[in-house]
C-alpha cells in the first residue's frame, strides 16, 4: 500500500472516529437536556400552580383577589396536564372548587381541595423521580460510549504516532546511509525495500543507478577506446556505404564508402543532423527521407537507389536498422540510434539488365520464325497447297496448337521485357468497354467451345467510356477470361461483367473453378509464380504482367476466392470524364 494512501486511511479512520464521539455527545446531551425540560416544564410547573392554590386556600378565600389567584393556576393546570391520573385529579379539583364558589364557608369541599391539590402534587413529584432516573441512565449511558469512543480515538492517535514517524524516517534514514555510501565510490551498496510503495519505487530507481555507476566505474575508459578504435575501422574499411544515426537523427558517423558516394567530408557532417545535410544534398535527402516519414511506403522502401559511383550509374538496396538496447538496470526496450547501410547490387543489376536484353532480343527473334511457321499453317489449312489427310490434318493442328502457345510466350516475355526496363507504353484515351470485353470473349471462344463453356458478359447499356489503353485493357481481358476457361471445369460458366462505381469502371471475370487455397492469394502476382501441382500450361507472367498494365494506367487489381467454389479477377480503371 502507497504511504499516501495509509495516511489517508489512518487519518481518515481517526477523523471519522473524532465525527462519531461528537455526534454521541451531542445526541446524549440533547436527549439529557430534554429529559431536564420534561421536568421543569410538565412536573415543576405542575407543582408551582399546586403550591399557588394551596397558598389561596391559606390566605382566606373568602378574599376575591384569592379567589383570583386559584381560578387562574386552576387554568393553568387544566392546559399543563402530562401525567397518567393527572386529568383526573384536575377534573375532581375543578368540580370541587366550582362547589366550593358556590359556598365558600362550606368546609368540607375545602378538605375535598385540598385532597385533590395532594394527590396532584403527589402524582408530579412520583414523575420527577422517574424521570430523574430516566436522565441518569441517560447521562450513564452517554458517559459509556463518549468513554469507549475516545479510548478508540486514543488508540488509533497514540498508534499513528508511534508508527507513522517511523514508516517514514526510517526509510529516509536508510536512503541518506546509501547515498553517502554511493558518495563514498561503494557502488555495491543497495536497498532493500520490499514495500510496493513510494519507498519501494523509490528503493528500485536508487538500485539502478548503483547498478549502472557500478557498471561504469567495472569499465575500463581506454578498453572502450581501444573498442572504438576497432570499430570505426572496420566500418571505414567496409566496402558498402554505412550511415550511424543517433536518437535525435544526428549523424554519429559516416564511413569512406558513404562519404564518397556523397561527395561530402567528414568534418562537414560530424555532429550535423541529417535533416540539415539533407537540405543541400539530393543523396542523403532520399536515404533519410523514410526516416521522416510516418508512413512509408513498403513498395518505395524496396525500390533500390541508383547513385553515381566508380564512374558508372550505381545501384545500392537500401537496409534502415533500428538500434535497440534495454538498458542496465530497466525493462523497457529504448531507441538508441538507426544505421543506414547501402548494399552494392550494381553486378546482380547488371546481371538482370543483360537477361532482360536477352529475353527481348530472343522473343523478338523468335517472333518472326513463328509467325512464319503460323502462316504456312493457315495456308495448309485453305488446300490451297493440295488436300491434307486426316493424320496431316490432326499433325498441323497440333502443330498449330503448339505454335499458338509459343507466339503466347514470346508475347508475355516480351510484355514482361517493357515492364522490367520500364519502357510500357501508354496510349490511354477514352474507349468502348463493349469493344474491349467483346473482343476477349472472340479471342476466347475456341477455347470456351471445347470445354463447352458458356461466357456470359453483363454490361449495362448506358455504361461510360473508360480512360485506357485499349489494347493493353483488352490484353489484360482477354488473360483474365483465358485463365478462367483453363481452371474451369467443363460445362461451366464464366461471367464478364463490368459496372460504374463512383468515379471508375470497375472489370470482373468470374469463374465457379477449383478457386486458389488462401496461402497462395498473396503471390499469384509474382513473376513466374505457378500455384504447387497444377498440371496446367503456362509462365507464370500472365497476371503478373496484367497487374503492371492496369497499374501503369493508374487503376488497380485485385482477387477474392474461395477454395472450391471459384475466383474472381477484378480491375478498376477511370471513367472518361471522370
Known amino acids: 500500500m502507497k504511504i499516501k494512501q495509509k495516511l489517508q486511511l489512518g487519518m481518515g479512520l481517526l477523523f471519522a472516529m473524532i465525527l462519531l464521539l461528537a455526534s454521541l455527545s451531542i445526541f446524549y446531551i440533547n436527549r439529557l437536556s430534554n429529559d431536564t425540560k420534561n421536568i421543569l416544564v410538565a412536573n415543576y410547573n405542575t407543582l408551582d400552580y399546586s403550591r399557588k392554590m394551596q397558598m389561596a386556600l391559606d390566605h382566606n378565600i373568602l378574599l376575591p383577589e384569592n379567589q383570583q389567584l386559584f381560578a387562574d393556576n386552576l387554568v393553568l393546570q387544566q392546559k399543563n396536564i402530562t401525567e397518567t391520573g393527572e386529568a383526573e385529579l384536575t377534573t375532581s379539583l375543578a368540580t370541587h372548587f366550582g362547589l366550593l364558589q358556590q359556598n365558600f364557608n362550606d368546609s368540607q369541599q375545602v378538605k375535598s381541595i385540598r385532597r385533590d391539590i395532594s394527590n396532584i402534587m403527589l402524582l408530579n413529584m412520583q414523575a420527577i423521580q422517574r424521570k430523574n432516573k430516566v436522565a441518569e441512565t441517560t447521562s450513564e449511558n452517554g458517559i459509556f460510549w463518549i468513554s469507549i469512543m475516545g479510548t478508540i480515538c486514543f488508540i488509533i492517535a497514540f498508534t499513528l504516532l508511534f508508527n507513522l514517524p517511523g514508516n517514514i524516517a526510517n526509510p529516509v ?132 537507389v541508383k547513385i553515381y559511383a566508380d564512374n558508372k550509374e ?36 547488371e546481371l538482370d539488365f543483360a537477361k532482360t536484353n536477352f529475353i527481348a532480343t530472343v522473343s523478338h527473334e523468335l517472333k518472326t520464325p513463328i509467325s512464319s511457321i503460323r502462316m504456312s499453317l493457315d495456308l495448309l489449312e485453305n488446300k490451297q497447297l493440295g488436300e491434307l489427310n486426316t493424320e496431316q490434318k490432326n499433325m498441323v493442328e497440333s502443330i498449330k496448337e503448339d505454335t499458338s502457345r509459343l507466339l503466347k510466350i514470346t508475347g508475355e516475355l516480351l510484355n514482361m521485357t517493357q515492364v522490367e526496363t520500364g519502357s510500357i507504353q501508354m496510349s490511354v484515351m477514352s474507349s468502348s468497354v463493349q469493344e474491349m470485353i467483346d473482343y476477349a470473349i472472340n479471342t476466347n471462344k475456341v477455347a470456351a467451345d471445347d470445354k463447352r463453356i458458356l461466357l456470359l458478359h453483363k454490361v449495362p447499356g448506358n455504361i461510360s467510356q473508360v480512360l485506357a489503353d485499349k489494347d493493353k485493357t483488352a490484353w489484360v481481358l482477354t488473360n483474365l477470361v483465358s485463365n478462367a476457361i483453363r481452371y474451369s471445369y467443363e460445362n461451366a460458366t464464366v461471367t464478364i461483367e463490368a459496372k460504374e462505381e463512383k468515379d471508375t469502371i470497375r472489370f470482373s471475370v468470374i469463374d465457379t473453378g477449383q478457386g486458389i487455397e488462401p496461402r497462395y492469394i498473396d503471390r499469384v502476382f509474382d513473376r513466374y509464380f505457378r500455384i504447387p501441382g497444377t498440371k496446367k500450361e503456362g509462365t507464370g507472367l500472365g497476371l503478373s504482367i496484367s497487374k503492371e498494365f492496369i497499374e501503369a494506367q493508374g487503376g488497380r487489381m485485385e482477387l477474392m476466392s474461395e477454395y472450391g467454389k471459384g475466383s474472381e479477377f477484378a480491375f478498376y480503371l477511370e471513367k472518361a470524364g471522370g
Open 173 to 304: 534514514r536508510e536512503l541518506t546511509a546509501s547515498i553517502k555510501e554511493i558518495a563514498a565510490r561503494n557502488y555495491s551498496r543497495r536497498l532493500q525495500f520490499n514495500k510496493k510503495d513510494e519507498f519501494g519505487e523509490l528503493a528500485a530507481s536508487f538500485n539502478t543507478m548503483a547498478e549502472k555507476l557500478e557498471e561504469y566505474q567495472a569499465s575500463s575508459v581506454q578498453k572502450l577506446l581501444i573498442e572504438k578504435k576497432r570499430i570505426e575501422t572496420l566500418i571505414n574499411n567496409m566496402n558498402d556505404p554505412v550511415i550511424g544515426l543517433d536518437e535525435n537523427k544526428r549523424v554519429l558517423f559516416m564511413n569512406h564508402m558513404a562519404l564518397k558516394i556523397s561527395g561530402l567530408k567528414a568534418e562537414q557532417v560530424t555532429g550535423k543532423t541529417a535533416e540539415e545535410l539533407a537540405l543541400n544534398n539530393d543523396l542523403i535527402r532520399s536515404l533519410v527521407q523514410e526516416l521522416y516519414n510516418s508512413t512509408p511506403s513498403p513498395q518505395t522502401a524496396r525500390l533500390p
Open 314 to 349: 550505381s545501384y545500392f538496396e537500401k537496409e534502415i536498422i533500428p538500434i535497440k538496447i534495454i538498458p542496465t538496470g530497466e525493462q523497457m526496450e529504448k531507441l538508441m540510434g538507426t544505421v543506414i547501410l547501402l548494399q552494392n547490387i550494381t553486378p546482380y543489376k
